[in-house]
């Protein structure tokens, strides 16, 4: 009876942990799981000085730098930022443009937002680059409508941690009195 119970005690731990392995862990915490960490400090990159250093290491995800970068593509897809949005700041941020939405592991998935005050964006005009990313959980759930049915959908974490709206060049005491 005792083997009985530690075979048993030892499959339901099995079962319930098996997140760190084939992802599907209900009980594991985020925080063992080794993709987490590498999706925290991806999101850590949006904090940094809105610089060319800043830029380079965002694009390096994506096997990218400003020099490599096709600005002509991204321009075929800028729009003008809404003057009633959070986002607009006149002579700032008035346009922006993005990236293709990209794989960059098997649970990330990213893309990248330039801000501008020019029509045309370019590596010398760019103010502000975030970095927007998605982590799936694996974590699944019963979702749907009446339209629609019931089917599992899947948590996402996101991170475009749009607080550092700092334009490159200013300091971040002149950015809180504006």
């Not at 370019?122 to 699944?140: E, P």
Request: proline share 3%; with cysteine; hydrophobic share 30%.
């Amino acid at each position: 009876m005792k083997k009985f119970l530690h075979i048993l005690l030892l499959s339901s731990v099995a079962l319930l942990f098996n997140g760190c392995i084939s992802g599907w862990g209900w009980l594991v915490p985020y925080n063992l799981q080794p993709s987490y960490h590498e999706f925290k400090k991806m999101c850590k990159l949006n904090e940094l000085p809105n610089n060319e250093e800043k830029y380079n290491k965002i694009l390096s995800y994506f096997d990218l730098s400003l020099d490599t970068l096709d600005w002509e593509k991204l321009n075929e897809k800028i729009w003008k930022i809404p003057e009633d949005s959070g986002d607009y700041k006149k002579g700032v941020f008035e346009y922006a443009t993005q990236t293709e939405l990209q794989q960059l592991s098997s649970r990330i998935n990213g893309r990248v937002y330039f801000y501008s005050d020019k029509s045309e964006i370019s590596q010398h005009n760019t103010n502000v680059m975030i970095l927007h990313i998605l982590y799936y959980t694996r974590r699944y759930f019963l979702d749907g409508n009446e339209g629609s049915g019931f089917y599992w959908s899947e948590e996402r974490l996101g991170c475009d941690n749009a607080d550092n709206m700092t334009p490159k060049g200013a300091n971040n005491e002149q950015s809180r009195t504006d």
